[in-house]
């Protein structure tokens, strides 16, 4: 059974489209985040949920919205996509939201915007 | 100036060969993470450290809190070991918070 899971791994859309990508876990855990890693392969983190509660939400376009139905999903939703959305989009999870805790990637979902 | 960074940015190897990778940060921390990117594009966890040294089979991370470092070794290098190392670390402020060093592409050819 895979740990965090992805759908889409790959997400083809046009300029101006709304699309969502969809992260969850299995481990059981509370926290759950989603990253963005550009063309440079830099990751940046977007959102991180706490037991479905918002607690990190680094200046991300307001196009971008994050829904955590329960806490062992976090999907992230986008409006009205641009070129410079395309990266790989990265769901992680880890027990809870402490330093020392590893956190778990998803296979990530690579968006492309023509 | 980058609050984590790596180097060499780039390093080939051949197998056998001992590696390091290097990672210092400029912000407070009590912890850092060493994560390994597959060619595939997977991430995974390789350590979570917060002093001294940790081993796993041929790899090795060390961390020094006072002086800001910590080094990725890998005994033995193997073809397989080819991928990105990236170094993480936690903001005080918000522990689960991780900055991100650029990365280091390591290949290492038979």
């Known amino acids: 059974d895979t740990a965090v899971s992805q759908t889409p791994k790959y997400l083809v859309t046009q300029m101006g489209n709304d699309k969502s990508i969809k992260c969850e876990q299995n481990l059981g855990h509370d926290t759950m985040y989603w990253y963005k890693q550009d063309s440079k392969k830099f990751l940046k983190i977007m959102f991180s949920y706490n037991n479905k509660e918002l607690i990190i939400n680094e200046t991300v376009p307001n196009r971008f919205s994050p829904k955590s139905p329960d806490k062992a999903h976090l999907n992230l939703h986008i409006n009205s996509l641009e070129l410079g959305d395309s990266a790989v989009y990265f769901c992680?999870?880890?027990?809870?939201?402490?330093?020392?805790?590893?956190?778990?990637f998803g296979p990530g979902t690579r968006l492309t915007v023509l | 100036k980058n609050e984590v960074e790596q180097s060499p940015q780039n390093l080939t190897a051949q197998e056998g060969e001992f590696i390091t990778i290097n990672c210092s940060y400029s912000?407070?921390?009590?912890?850092l993470h060493w994560l390994q990117q597959h060619p595939g594009g997977g991430i995974v966890s390789l350590f979570m450290l917060s002093s001294g040294k940790k081993k796993h089979g041929r790899l090795i991370a060390t961390i020094n809190i006072q002086e800001k470092h910590s080094s990725l070794h890998i005994t033995a290098s193997h073809p397989r070991d080819s991928a990105v190392y990236i170094c993480a670390v936690p903001q005080e402020t918000s522990g689960s918070r991780l900055t991100f060093g650029e990365g280091t592409q390591l290949t290492v050819n038979p």
């Open positions: 992680a999870s880890s027990q809870d939201y402490l330093a020392y805790n590893e956190q778990f």
């Open positions: 912000v407070g921390i009590s912890a």
